[in-house]
């Protein structure tokens, strides 16, 4: 795990997503448009968050999945800022902020969107999976 003084002189960008609670810019991260298939992992400790097959387009700008690959790994809190009432979602482990879930995702698959910044995630390929050309 990276501490803060490394991360922040690092990846200041990460740092203030991470550990300040900010957003990325919709549509701006690496991962949007991701197709590959893998695990998507927590970007300052490496712990498994979300599988590639929960991962759908929810047209938000942020990838979004329907669910956590382990809902062990991830903590779920109440987010009151900015006069409005959400859910965040924390990694479990290091407690970075990843992103905020939402009751409108794809009803046939639980109805959850998990929406999350894609700095916060390294996503690792499955082995046999080429990358990704965008």
């Not at 991962?31 to 590959?36: G, P």
């Not at 590639?52 to 047209?59: P, R, V």
């Not at 690959?69 to 482990?93: K, Q, S």
């Amino acid at each position: 795990m990276k501490n803060d003084d490394e991360l922040k002189a690092k990846d200041p960008e990460l740092y203030k997503v991470a550990r300040e609670g900010a957003t990325e810019a919709p549509f701006a991260g690496n991962y949007v448009d991701e197709h590959a298939k893998g695990m998507y992992k927590c970007a300052i400790c490496g712990t498994e968050l979300f599988s590639s097959d929960a991962k759908f387009d929810s047209g938000t700008g942020w990838p979004s999945f329907t669910e956590p690959a382990n809902l062990a790994n991830v903590e779920l809190r109440d987010d009151d800022a900015y006069g409005m009432h959400r859910t965040e979602v924390v990694c479990r482990h290091c407690g970075s902020h990843l992103g905020h879930v939402f009751d409108d995702g794809p009803a046939d698959k639980g109805g959850k969107r998990y929406c999350i910044n894609s700095i916060c995630l390294d996503l690792e390929r499955n082995q046999s999976e080429p990358r990704s050309s965008v």
